[in-house]
């Protein structure tokens, strides 16, 4: 109500205030979720507001995640620079709910969301429905968006059915640079060694060289440098016996 809120406002100790703001929030987030955001805006500490309106927006979607996407389609293009911390996971939930609904949804996002917000909806639209995704994904116009779009889907596709992603990968149309090492890149993290030997097959020499790097620096932001200095200089043996 606007007096508790008022009355809670006029508190002059701040961490008192705060979590008495912090209260109310979580009492109007259940029957009005928009005045519980609206409220949780007025919060002048950035990290209890933030935590706050997270938390606001996380219980909504769980509830009704068609809701809270009409509600993030609303705000307009331009929102303050924090606001992707607080929506990053309520899209990953709208994503498992209705990634279709998202993906449509994209260009009334705020601007700041979009990326994630793809990136969310393809991977979990690969996930269900890979030929589909992937086919969107190819279909985009060149340009940046395509090349993100062919890497998402690719990178969700991978984790699912290595040796259809890297088909796929090789026979897209035009083709996209660096999508094939892609794919390997995120076989890899699930199996290096087999990304390696996927690697070796490749007919190009450009193509081999270009996905074991891809894998190289894949493993070793993961902490596995060593393990990728193993598999490429064992693929690099194979190569000069095959050329020999």
Do not use: C, F
Not at 27 to 48: F, G, N
Not at 156 to 174: F, H
Not at 215 to 243: F, H, K, P, V, Y
């Amino acid at each position: 109500p606007l007096t508790t809120w008022q009355q809670v406002a006029a508190l002059a100790d701040p961490q008192l205030r705060l979590r008495a703001q912090q209260r109310v929030v979580e009492a109007i987030m259940e029957r009005d979720p928009k005045a519980a955001l609206a409220r949780a805006e007025e919060i002048d500490d950035r990290t209890v507001r933030q935590a706050a309106s997270k938390a606001v927006l996380d219980g909504w979607v769980q509830r009704d995640p068609a809701a809270t996407l009409e509600y993030l389609t609303s705000m307009g293009p331009d929102v303050p620079m924090d606001w992707t911390y607080i929506t990053g996971s309520a899209y990953a939930a709208i994503a498992v709910a209705e990634p279709m609904l998202l993906l449509q949804s994209i260009e009334r996002l705020p601007s700041a969301d979009r990326a994630t917000a793809r990136m969310h909806a393809l991977n979990r639209w690969a996930k269900i429905d890979p030929t589909a995704a992937l086919g969107y994904a190819a279909s985009r116009p060149t340009g940046e968006q395509r090349r993100w779009a062919l890497t998402t889907a690719g990178r969700a596709y991978a984790r699912i059915d290595a040796q259809g992603a890297l088909s796929w990968a090789l026979n897209v149309q035009p083709a996209s640079p660096g999508l094939v090492g892609t794919v390997l890149a995120s076989v890899s993290v699930k199996d290096p060694a087999r990304a390696v030997d996927m690697a070796r097959e490749l007919e190009s020499p450009a193509a081999r060289a270009q996905a074991v790097q891809q894998i190289a620096m894949n493993l070793a932001s993961n902490g596995q440098g060593a393990m990728a200095a193993d598999r490429i200089m064992s693929m690099a043996d194979g190569n000069a016996r095959r050329e020999a």
